[in-house]
């Protein structure tokens, strides 16, 4: 990665500015044409550096006010097809395979967000009839004490 | 928040155009003018609604690698442990939940190992041991987006 493409990132891993061209105020800051600004941040999307070009919500703020960590215990041979059944619920917005240890016997993870604590169980109650698994938690988060984009340049 | 509002989240959360006047294309679609989307949008940072807009990158695709820590800490002492916690920069998401394991946060770091090392830094300064480190094995799915209005 280039200089030009650090200073670019450095920017655009906070807030692009909310003004008509947006990418053409970034490019007089790193001395480049608005053209070269936004072929490069295709570049990096089309790469997968960046997953995704948009808005982040404050989802508490935006009314989605529950939001439940359901952690799920799955056998090791059944992992591949229940996350996947899983994942295809709209109503989940990150699906995990993680290790199970002493004192954890909870092999996938699911983030589900809902308006409602009520919305969020019955969505883990659909999903567990989906995929047969019974042994699940819902952790529900209680207070939010971090959430910020990692700066990486 | 009114209609209006709820389709601009949906549109510049997962199809923000990557053009020379975003707002003007996304005020096209809606049917109104650029200048009220920005003034929308702004009303909407304002509120919290939307935290920023910009990349969100793939850590692993810069070298990076990450992992969910799980820790069980006395009621007392979790303001302590989280002041600790949130000093260290790859620390993105800390949450309380209802559960023995009551504190569970994100640690982003170049390494497994730089990131074995900041857990056990962590329980040195705490004194608050057997913090669970649980990496992701395998991803089927992230989406962060929240959809308002459904088609």
Same mark, same amino acid.
């Not at chain 1, 059944?78 to 909870?106: L, Q």
């Given at each position: 990665?280039?200089?030009?493409?650090?200073?670019?990132?450095?920017?655009?891993?906070?807030?692009?500015?909310?003004?008509?061209?947006?990418?053409? /105020?970034?490019?007089?800051?790193?001395?480049?044409?608005?053209?070269?600004?936004?072929?490069?941040?295709?570049?990096?999307? /089309?790469?997968?550096?960046?997953?995704?070009?948009?808005?982040?919500?404050?989802?508490?703020?935006?009314?989605?006010?529950?939001?439940?960590?359901?952690?799920?215990?799955?056998?090791?041979?059944?992992?591949?097809?229940?996350?996947?059944?899983?994942?295809?619920?709209? /109503?989940?917005?990150?699906?995990?395979?993680?290790?199970?240890?002493?004192?954890?016997?909870?092999?996938?993870?699911?983030?589900?967000?809902?308006?409602?604590?009520?919305?969020?169980?019955?969505?883990?109650?659909?999903?567990?009839?989906?995929?047969?698994?019974?042994?699940?938690?819902?952790?529900?988060?209680?207070? /939010?004490?971090?959430?910020?984009?990692?700066?990486?340049? | 928040?009114?209609?209006?509002?709820?389709?601009?989240?949906?549109?510049?959360?997962?199809?923000?155009?990557?053009?020379?006047?975003?707002?003007?294309?996304?005020?096209?679609?809606?049917?109104?003018?650029?200048?009220?989307?920005?003034?929308?949008?702004?009303?909407?940072?304002?509120?919290?609604?939307?935290?920023?807009?910009?990349?969100?990158?793939?850590?692993?695709?810069?070298?990076?690698?990450?992992?969910?820590?799980?820790?069980?800490?006395?009621?007392?002492?979790?303001?302590?442990?989280?002041?600790?916690?949130?000093?260290?920069?790859?620390?993105?998401?800390?949450?309380?939940?209802?559960?023995?394991?009551?504190?569970?946060?994100?640690?982003?770091?170049?390494?497994?190992?730089?990131?074995?090392?900041?857990?056990?830094?962590?329980?040195?300064?705490?004194?608050?041991?057997?913090?669970?480190?649980?990496?992701?094995?395998?991803?089927?799915?992230?989406?962060?987006?929240?959809?308002?209005?459904?088609?």
């Amino acid at each position: 990665m280039d200089e030009v493409t650090r200073q670019i990132c450095r920017i655009i891993q906070e807030d692009i500015p909310l003004s008509p061209r947006p990418f053409l /105020e970034i490019a007089r800051r790193v001395g480049k044409t608005e053209e070269e600004v936004l072929r490069i941040v295709e570049d990096l999307k /089309e790469k997968g550096i960046i997953r995704k070009f948009g808005a982040v919500l404050g989802h508490r703020k935006a009314g989605f006010r529950a939001n439940g960590m359901v952690v799920w215990n799955v056998p090791e041979g059944e992992r591949e097809r229940v996350g996947n059944i899983m994942a295809s619920f709209k /109503e989940v917005t990150h699906c995990y395979e993680r290790p199970t240890m002493d004192g954890w016997r909870y092999s996938i993870f699911t983030m589900v967000h809902g308006k409602t604590r009520e919305e969020c169980l019955a969505i883990a109650e659909r999903i567990s009839e989906a995929t047969g698994i019974k042994d699940y938690r819902v952790l529900f988060s209680t207070r /939010e004490f971090k959430k910020r984009s990692m700066k990486y340049f | 928040m009114d209609g209006i509002d709820r389709r601009i989240l949906d549109i510049i959360q997962t199809q923000f155009p990557l053009s020379p006047t975003p707002f003007k294309e996304v005020g096209e679609r809606l049917g109104i003018g650029e200048e009220e989307v920005i003034e929308r949008i702004k009303a909407l940072k304002e509120k919290g609604i939307i935290r920023r807009i910009g990349a969100t990158f793939e850590p692993r695709k810069l070298g990076f690698t990450s992992t969910l820590c799980a820790a069980s800490v006395p009621e007392e002492r979790i303001e302590e442990f989280v002041a600790v916690v949130n000093s260290y920069p790859g620390v993105t998401h800390n949450y309380e939940r209802d559960h023995d394991y009551n504190i569970w946060f994100t640690l982003i770091g170049r390494s497994k190992e730089e990131i074995e090392r900041s857990i056990a830094e962590i329980e040195e300064r705490t004194g608050i041991r057997g913090i669970k480190n649980l990496p992701t094995i395998r991803r089927f799915k992230i989406n962060v987006s929240f959809s308002f209005e459904r088609p």
